[in-house]
Nanobody
């Protein structure tokens, strides 16, 4: 069982930066793929970024490549999403998720989800 709690969302101007954090419980945290997804009002949830277990491969949505970076600190059971050069279209609720598989962009492949944190980017 893995429990995930996101934090770090907020209001930021376009061009600014935010770092989202995801605190994970469970002793086997390092054995999970960790991902970030987002959902804007009236839109479907979409993949943002994922990092394979034990700090392996990473994957990013085309819309965030070069601007967002996913990282993890296994000693602290934390996953981060550094978001730079934010745009108004990045406005959404951001969710942290954990998967036993490497299916980075497939939300259905994730077993555990956090409650989400709101990110609002003003123009």
């Amino acid at each position: 069982q893995v429990q995930l709690v996101e934090s770090g969302g907020g209001l930021v101007q376009a061009g600014g930066s935010l770092r989202l954090s995801c605190a994970a419980s469970g002793r086997t945290f390092s054995s999970y793929t960790m991902g970030w997804f987002r959902q804007a009002p009236g839109k479907e949830r979409e993949f943002v970024a994922a990092r394979a277990r034990s700090g392996g491969s990473t994957s990013y949505a085309d819309s965030v490549k070069g601007r967002f970076t996913i990282s993890s600190d296994y000693a602290k059971n934390m996953v981060y999403l550094q978001m730079n050069s934010l745009k108004p279209e990045d406005t959404a609720v951001y969710y942290c998720a954990a998967s036993r598989q490497w299916v980075p962009g497939n939300g259905r492949g994730y077993d555990y989800w956090g409650q989400g944190t709101q990110v609002t980017v003003s123009s």
